[in-house]
């Protein structure tokens, strides 16, 4: 089983409220074969509250995860915050195919919330990665030096002026 550490051995809790904390770096995506982070800070809060029949996991994450931008392929950290909800019940077989709700066998001792982490962390990244310089105009690369260059330039003819061949077919209009 990948990442014994996200192993959260629950058999021995009383019931009520339980904390565990977690620090994720980069070894961690680099388990699930996962390189689109260059490096990554990120704690983990859980919160475990075991129940007489199921186990309520609330997980919380919040760090950087070190990018590539998508325009310049400059490197920058991009703060991220994530949050899930998972419901630990018993039942006769292993059944994970609910977001929300794990179903695991009734002789189990430990949950591994592993997968569920590297899901929600993934998941927060924005789609498009923009390093925060190209928003604010202070980021000085060649990449985007070049596409300035490269940028259609405006034509700024003058508006009104209409062209002469529109011109020739509205005095076949006004000759009636």
Partial sequence: MKNKEYNIPFAGLKQGKHKFEYQIDNTFFESFDYNEFNDAAIKLHIVLD??????ELEMKAK??????????????????EASLKLLVKFGEVYNDEDDE????PHGEHQVNIAQYV??????????????????DGTLNSEALKRLEE????ENKKDKNKIDPRWEAL???????
Avoid: A, W
């Fill in 101 to 104: 709700i794990l179903i695991i």
């Fill in 50 to 55: 075991r129940m007489s029949t199921v186990l």
């Fill in 63 to 80: 760090g950087t995860v070190n990018l590539y931008c998508d325009l310049t392929n400059e490197p920058f950290d991009q703060k991220i």
């Fill in 170 to 176: 509205k005095k076949l209009l006004t000759d009636k």
């Fill in 118 to 135: 590297y899901e929600m962390i993934v998941l927060s990244v924005p789609s498009k990665r923009i390093h925060p310089g190209v928003l």
């Fill in 150 to 153: 490269l940028q259609p330039k």
